[in-house]
């Protein structure tokens, strides 16, 4: 089972808004409402910020927001601050096994 | 407050066994679906396998790197889940986390708690 695509590095400066891309196919992403976002500061478990493609648990503020269209899944991360700064994962649904997770995004606040 | 501890990491040959354990709290684990995943050095998230809840028949699903090689299994009266590792092999180096599952009609949703992880180095 191929990964999920995610750009290797996104960037952008304390205030702004920035979107990581996911993108996979039929089987995964575009079949199924199950995307879910983790983040994951250095040293650190991941954690949860999005599931079902734009819903938030408890505790996670909305500044984080996800979307979807097509076969491409987003996360926006508005407001940007310092603390933003991690690596992001997204994670699907598939046919062929219970999920599959994308390579992974790192954040960079400049 | 949901937490999930996991130990047995170390230092292993190739070759060799370990068994991981994850204790958890906060939940009721009887009820929960529950998987590993792993993270080598520098790489991404990657699901080793999972465990049904007994009420849901308690079995299992492996990815094919470690089918064959790894068990997970669960013990209700002690709310820990296990991942037995055989043969074990120098991909197999990584951080190991214990994850609850958030499952609609055997569907997963999302992975919601996540343990602090414990590294096993397959290395001679």
């Known amino acids: 089972q191929s990964a999920l695509t995610q750009p290797a590095s996104v960037s952008g400066s304390p205030g702004q808004s920035i979107t990581i891309s996911c993108t996979g196919t039929?089987?995964?992403?575009?079949?199924?409402?199950?995307v879910s976002w983790y983040q994951q500061h250095p040293g650190k478990a991941p954690k949860l910020m999005i599931y079902?493609?734009?819903n938030r648990p408890s505790g996670v503020s909305d500044r984080f927001s996800g979307s979807k269209s097509g076969s491409t899944a987003s996360l926006t991360i508005s407001r940007l601050q310092a603390e933003d700064e991690a690596d992001y994962y997204c994670?699907?649904?598939?046919?062929?096994?219970?999920?599959?997770f994308g390579g992974g995004t790192k954040l960079t606040v400049l | 407050e949901v937490q999930l501890v996991e130990s047995g990491g170390g230092l292993v040959k190739p070759g060799g066994s370990l068994r991981l354990s994850c204790a958890a709290s906060?939940?009721?684990?009887?009820?929960?679906?529950m998987s590993w995943v792993r993270q080598a050095p520098g790489k991404g998230l990657e699901w080793v396998g999972r465990?049904?809840?007994?009420?849901?028949?308690?079995?299992?699903d492996y990815a094919a790197p470690v089918k064959g090689r790894f068990t997970i299994s669960r013990d209700d009266s002690k709310n820990t889940l296990y991942l037995q590792m055989n043969s074990l092999k120098i991909e197999d180096t990584a951080v190991y986390y214990c994850?609850?599952?958030?499952?609609?009609?055997?569907?997963?949703?999302?992975?919601?708690?996540w343990g602090q992880g414990t590294l096993v180095t397959v290395s001679s």
């Open positions: 994670s699907s649904y598939t046919t062929s096994n219970p999920w599959v």
């Open positions: 465990i049904r809840s007994k009420t849901d028949g308690g079995t299992t």
């Open positions: 994850t609850t599952l958030h499952t609609i009609f055997a569907v997963v949703i999302s992975l919601d708690y």
């Open positions: 039929s089987s995964d992403v575009g079949g199924y409402n199950y």
């Open positions: 079902e493609v734009s």
């Open positions: 906060g939940i009721t684990f009887t009820n929960a679906w």
